[in-house]
Antibody, heavy 123, light 108 residues
Framework: DVQLLESGGDLVQPGGSLRLSCAASGFTFQNYGMGWVRQAPGKGLEWVSAISGSGYRSHYADSVKGRVTISRDNAKNMVFLQMNGLRVDDTGVYFC????????????????WGQGTTVTVSS | SYELTQPPSVSVSPGQTAKITCSGDALPQQHASWYQQKAGQAPVLLIYEDSERPSGIPERFSGSSSGTTVTLTISGVQAEDEADYYCQSADTTTSYVKFGGGTKLTVL
């Protein structure tokens, strides 16, 4: 069964840092791009970042560029989101998602989603 | 910046057909996807590449594209289809992914 399990969400003060993790299982991880999508309370979905299957290409939304780094460990079937300089408007549920195409492309549709991990930025 | 525009809400009676639109200037050049999100749950992919349906998605969900607008059609709407629906596309020239603002489908 294809599964994604996020972890690492927490309550953090503005300016702080967090590292989100996503453990993948049930598919050949290195063949698929992965992404992170967030959802602020009561708001819509916002794409945050994506990484290619090889890990060589990464992409970021303007709202997080320079503060966030996506990475992956294909040996451990994990993808990470390092978030620094957190702001109150970074608060939300962060979903990890698998890109549907098996060629490592990172900007396609997302066919498998985790249940999300909650990040709260507040003083 | 790359924007996708959806109507905030659509209402339909059970058994009727619901159409949810998504407009964006880059859509003639880029494929779109559609997601369903029920309250408190993760999104579910309904349609990718404008009109392809992943395995396990009921045939009553279909997608189409015309010019700068893509449309999600739900035929024979059921009460369980009440949810938020999001379109998504990527601008491959800027490597930027965008979601529409979402449409709340109400089944009357």
């Amino acid at each position: 069964d294809v599964q994604l399990l996020e972890s690492g969400g927490d309550l953090v003060q503005p300016g702080g840092s967090l590292r989100l993790s996503c453990a993948a299982s049930g598919f050949t991880f290195q063949n698929y791009g992965m992404g992170w999508v967030r959802q602020a309370p009561g708001k819509g979905l916002e794409w945050v970042s994506a990484i290619s299957g090889s890990g060589y290409r990464s992409h970021y939304a303007d709202s997080v560029k320079g503060r966030v780094t996506i990475s992956r460990d294909n040996a451990k079937n994990m993808v990470f989101l390092q978030m620094n300089g957190l702001r109150v408007d970074d608060t939300g549920v962060y979903f990890c998602a698998k890109i549907i195409s098996g060629d490592g492309y990172s900007l396609g549709a997302m066919d498998v989603w985790g249940q999300g991990t909650t990040v709260t930025v507040s003083s | 910046s790359y924007e996708l525009t959806q109507p905030p809400s659509v209402s339909v009676s059970p058994g009727q057909t619901a159409k949810i639109t998504c407009s964006g200037d880059a859509l003639p050049q880029q494929h779109a996807s559609w997601y369903q999100q029920k309250a408190g749950q993760a999104p579910v992919l309904l349609i990718y590449e404008d009109s392809e349906r992943p395995s396990g998605i009921p045939e009553r969900f279909s997608g189409s594209s015309s010019g700068t607008t893509v449309t999600l059609t739900i035929s024979g709407v059921q009460a369980e289809d009440e949810a938020d629906y999001y379109c998504q596309s990527a601008d491959t020239t800027t490597s930027y992914v965008k979601f529409g603002g979402g449409t709340k489908l109400t089944v009357l």
